[in-house]
């Protein structure tokens, strides 16, 4: 069993950046892939960016190309999203996920890829 905790979100400016954190416990994180997902008021949970079991893949929706990127500190247990240029249209619930798969590819852009999920913490980006 995996527990996972957001942490980081806040209240930003158009332009802002901000780095979401995923702290683990009960489980080493380097077993996983991991992914965060987005959920804006009204719409379906969306996916934004993930890095493979291995580290050596990542993938982002086009909408945060250039600007978002994942990264994990396996000393520390915690996966971070680095959000740059932020825009309105970024606020939204983040969520991290933990997934046991070992494959790559456009299936860790999808949420069945992904066996725990994080309580989310709430990112808003003011125009």
């Known amino acids: 069993q995996v527990q996972l905790v957001e942490s980081g979100g806040g209240l930003v400016q158009a332009g802002d950046s901000l780095r979401l954190s995923c702290a683990a416990s009960?489980?080493?994180?380097?077993?996983?892939?991991m992914g965060w997902f987005r959920q804006a008021p009204g719409k379906e949970r969306e996916f934004v960016i993930a890095?493979?079991?291995?580290?050596?893949?990542?993938y982002n929706a086009d909408s945060v190309k250039g600007r978002f990127t994942i990264s994990r500190d396996n000393a520390k247990n915690t996966v971070y999203l680095q959000m740059n240029s932020l825009k309105p249209e970024d606020t939204a619930i983040y969520y991290c996920?933990?997934?046991?798969?070992?494959?790559?590819?456009?299936?860790?852009?999808?949420?069945?890829?992904?066996?725990?999920w994080g309580q989310g913490t709430q990112v808003t980006v003011s125009s």
């Open positions: 890095i493979s079991r291995s580290g050596g893949s990542t």
């Open positions: 009960g489980r080493t994180l380097t077993n996983y892939a």
């Open positions: 996920a933990a997934g046991q798969t070992i494959r790559v590819g456009s299936y860790l852009t999808t949420s069945r890829a992904y066996d725990y």
